[in-house]
């Protein structure tokens, strides 16, 4: 085989949840246009599409059936997308800058950038509850994917460690709250993508519980190497302020323990990760390139 | 019959959904402890409980297992909960009383009031969609109820109004605007507990449009009667700041008509929606008073 080009593979699957965005994310009346304009505005923004191509490489795991996948898919990075809209606020972590581009805030004004997040996270779960668009998904399977969602994203789970992370700015932190920070700021979200492949695809529970724990292992190692990368890349190569996690003290692995300790815990969960989903056959090559993807990747 | 007494029965199912958010609102991870507290201190600060009463209410004209609705009054109080704590952000209403406490943001800061809002928007799905506490509710209704909640919440509902709303305010608004921003800034979730009750109570598909028509009439009112009260009453009696509808040149009803025929207006809606469920007998008597009740209130 060819060597396997990480990007155009995120990039086919983006594309997928682009089209969906573009027939989905229409104007209702002319009221709220520009509230569309600011949720499509972030939507459309470009990022790596990691989430969808992870929802997309479980799923291929246990069935074919790709089409049925999409609209999970883009509901997930919407919610994804409302959780960068609203931590770039002025309240929150303040940045100009994501993706190579002006944060929404930015463009569109904090009021609008703060109903934009709201509606994109209310819309991700009207379209997972969508028996419309959705067809070929069993009401139990929807069920099934939107709760776990909720649980993966709130005070619980993604929302709980946006809040820690806040917290930590303004005081001492320790390895445990590290932890906490990013298990659940990060790492929930990507666990619940790699179940939720299992989910879609009629899995088993032992299926769910061994994405769900490849999931959080890749997801902490992506953090982990966000973290260093925000201190040894550039602005250039990032699309987005570098050095900031210093300047405001923030709670991050290199932090705590150096960027060589913290590489070397990242490969770790990365081989533990190979390890856990090493029972499946040539489905799984997908999951095994993304795991590899994310120690080596450079932004 | 004595007289019926509105505060009463609101207060009735209101404590019924305090009960439940005691034993489900609870902490996780001491790293959330300040997180969940800002969710409570505002799920716990009162309100008229209308949304619940409106639930239980209609649900009560087509069957009588009330326990069951609970999960879900619970559910949409979170969700009109979380708008409140958006709304009055500094960087939209920027409101520092509410139900004569403190606004959110003014005790626990701008960054938490906006994840706790995000939290508690996270919740509502979260509660709905969970078949361990629902378990007298089909998952087909679960679904249902899950899906218009979320429509009637998004950019093509309550977020839509609140965006139409802030734009108002920074131009001239006509009528249709005016009719635009309290339709789906209130109308839609009142409209949506209505037809609630009769998802919850296996109603028809007829039932459901009827409750929905009731609940857009009912809510307009309300909505229109809050603006009326902005002006007319004390800032004692409502327990928020008065004339600032005025203040900020809002798009409102009596700003637009007057205050006279505003109340005509508001009258008419609810010989409407009262006219609407007169089909129903007895058991229809709650949201007949509800109806009444909204149109007489003093605060």
Same mark, same amino acid.
Not at 45 to 49: E, H, M, P, Q, T
């Given at each position: 085989m060819a060597e396997f080009n990480m990007q155009n593979y995120l990039k086919f699957w983006g594309a997928k949840v682009e089209e969906f965005y573009e027939s989905?994310? $229409?104007?209702?009346?002319e009221h709220v246009k520009g509230l569309v304009s600011s949720m499509n505005y972030s939507l459309f923004?470009?990022?790596?599409?990691l989430r969808p191509g992870l929802i997309y490489s479980s799923y291929g795991i246990f069935e074919? %059936? %790709?089409?049925?996948v999409t609209p999970f898919a883009g509901a997930v990075e919407m919610l994804h997308t409302y959780s960068l809209i609203h931590d770039d606020l002025p309240a929150m972590?303040?940045?100009?800058?994501?993706r190579g581009k002006a944060t929404n805030h930015k463009v569109y004004g904090e009021a609008t950038a703060i109903l934009a997040g709201d509606g994109l996270l209310t819309k991700a779960f009207e379209v997972m509850t969508n028996t419309d668009i959705n067809p070929d998904v069993e009401i139990s399977q929807m069920l099934e994917a939107t709760h776990k969602l909720a649980l993966a994203t709130g005070d619980k789970g993604m929302v709980g460690g946006q809040f820690a992370d806040m917290e930590a700015e303004e005081g001492l932190f320790n390895s445990k709250t590290v932890d906490f920070i990013h298990t659940n700021k990060t790492s929930r979200l990507v666990s619940y993508c790699c179940e939720l492949g299992a989910i879609l695809g009629f899995g088993t529970e032992d299926d769910k519980k061994r994405m769900r724990e490849y999931g959080m292992r890749i997801g902490l190692a992506f953090q982990i190497v966000d973290d260093i990368l925000d201190i040894t890349s550039t602005t250039a190569v990032l699309g987005k302020d570098v050095g900031s996690d210093v300047d405001r003290g923030k709670a991050t692995y290199p932090a705590l323990h150096g960027i060589d300790e913290s590489h070397r815990k990242a490969e770790l969960l990365i081989e533990e990760a190979q390890e856990i989903i090493s $029972?499946?056959?040539? $489905?799984a090559e997908p999951c095994r390139q993304i795991a590899k993807y994310i120690i080596e990747r450079k932004n």
């Open positions: 989905y994310m $229409t104007v209702g009346d923004a470009g990022g790596k599409r074919g %059936f %790709f089409d049925k972590d303040d940045d100009d800058l994501r $029972t499946y056959g040539k $489905t």
